[in-house]
């Protein structure tokens, strides 16, 4: 959508043709946002509406560097002397604020009269939406920047998709720049996984360091084929990578008319219960069955933390300077609220926070048990051995674990009784009646039917802007975007 031009000053103050204003709903370039020659006096009442207007609508204006492609804060080349219309405040490249737009701002150093090249944009919101197939490719070609193989890569953006469509922002893009770094440290960009050992319903697998997702698949369709045959599949791995999203895996179990489950270790991050040293991974885990109803289900995907490391690097990128006392500790592991102090030398709380009194020992006991699943039965890094976050001249050797199980085996009410049991607990009464009770897969559901109606995936401004900087160090054009309104 348009800002300006669906505004009332945009029509009023709207003076070029139609040509000067052709835009596409998916832009490969920066849209431009039309302005007014001159300021006069007449204008003033409706400056003082515009600026109403803009503060109602949430919108800032800024000036950045114009990127190759997708750009949608409507650029300008700006004349010195020009009243630029829906502008609260500029901010100049040496960081200061120029408020509402000071025509004589505009003025450039060099004496010219104009600034060249689309120098400033206005009017960001601070919400936009890019359609799913671009940022697919994105992701692929930002990949295969480093060597992977196309199939790895379209794997890998599947996977960092799902995360981004359900609202868990710390485990889809937001990932990428990891993900690159570990194929450009050495993590293997094509190959297959190898069953070490198959015995009945179980087996063994060799993750042969290849990316997480590619490990995560492999290992799921295997659980799935030994579920069909046996009623029960359960599958190991060892020398695997970072598997992103945890519930991405038995979801597809679910889909195949099982029950699905995973779990993996990760680098430790977490400081045990009575700990003031960092000894355990989050190590999360998750259950998924799919109920009567199209669509609805059982999703459940949590960390043995109170919140996974990504929820606190989205809350740094999205400018917040505080997060909740029970997320992390600094590096002496005291509870801290300072996200800066949690991701620098300090970290992760587990879930229950800092005192047994409130169930920490429970998080702790949690993630210990993911590695019993996990690095000890998978034969991988395990605890305090597996290498830090970031470590990438180590191989990560982690384990991961995926189970699938046919409730044909069982009773044969499962799949209504699931749709039953949920719609039971959604329907108990609220504590708070603005907040409706949810079961676990609800918040996923409505994330994915907000990016559906968006029309593809809604990223904040700071992700937006993470990952224009991304793009640029990969040499790849960055996907369109345009404000979410």
């Known amino acids: 959508m348009d800002i300006f031009n669906t505004s009332i000053l945009g029509q009023l103050f709207n003076h070029r043709s139609a040509e000067e204003k052709i835009r596409s709903d998916w832009p490969t370039k920066v849209d431009r946002l039309p302005m007014v020659p001159h300021f006069r006096s007449f204008f003033l009442p409706f400056s003082i509406f515009s600026v109403l207007l803009l503060a109602a609508q949430g919108l800032v204006c800024r000036k950045e560097k114009v990127s190759p492609v997708g750009m949608n804060f409507g650029a300008m080349n700006v004349e010195c002397g020009q009243y630029v219309q829906h502008c609260l405040k500029v901010r100049m490249w040496d960081g200061t604020i120029i408020r509402d737009c000071d025509p004589l701002a505009f003025c450039p150093p060099d004496g010219s009269k104009v600034f060249k090249n689309a120098d400033y944009f206005c009017c960001a919101g601070n919400e936009f939406v890019a359609p799913v197939g671009e940022v697919h490719a994105f992701v692929v070609k930002c990949m295969q920047s480093v060597g992977t193989s196309e199939a790895h890569a379209a794997q890998l953006a599947d996977l960092l998709l799902d995360a981004d469509i359900v609202g868990h922002y710390s485990h889809g893009l937001n990932r990428l720049c990891i993900y690159i770094e570990d194929v450009a440290s050495g993590v293997k960009s094509d190959g297959e996984p190898k069953v070490l050992k198959q015995k009945g319903a179980t087996a063994w697998v060799d993750g042969c360091d290849l990316l997480g997702a590619v490990v995560g698949n492999f290992c799921t369709e295997l659980a799935t084929k030994l579920a069909k045959e046996h009623g029960i599949g359960w599958v190991v791995c060892k020398r695997s990578n970072h598997y992103g999203i945890c519930q991405h895996y038995p979801k597809k179990i679910a889909n195949a008319g099982l029950l699905g489950l995973s779990f993996t270790n990760t680098s430790p991050i977490i400081f045990p219960t009575r700990s003031s040293q960092i000894g355990l991974g989050t190590n999360p885990i998750s259950c998924c069955a799919n109920s009567r109803e199209k669509g609805d289900g059982f999703i459940l995907d949590m960390a043995a933390s109170t919140v996974a490391l990504g929820k606190v690097e989205i809350a740094k990128v999205n400018g917040k300077s505080a997060i909740p006392s029970a997320w992390g500790a600094d590096s002496a592991g005291r509870p ?44 991988a890094s395990f605890g305090k051995n597996v290498r830090s976050w970031r470590e990438v001249q180590k191989a990560a050797n982690l384990g991961q674990c995926f189970v699938a199980i046919d409730p044909e085996c069982f009773a044969p009410t499962f799949v209504d009784n699931l749709q039953l049991f949920l719609d039971q607990t959604r329907g108990l009464k609220p504590r708070d009646p603005s907040k409706s009770v949810l079961v676990p897969g609800d918040p996923e559901r409505m994330n994915s039917e907000r990016s559906a109606k968006a029309g593809g995936v809604i990223y904040s401004e700071g992700q937006i802007r993470d990952l224009e900087e991304l793009a640029k160090k990969q040499n790849v054009g960055m996907f369109p975007y345009k404000a979410n309104l």
């Open 336 to 379: 801290s609220t300072d996200p800066l102090a949690v991701l620098d030398g300090g970290g992760l709380l587990p879930l229950g926070g800092v005192s047994e009194e409130d169930g920490s020992h429970k998080g702790t006991g949690i993630a210990m048990m993911g590695e019993l699943f996990c690095g000890l039965l998978g034969g």
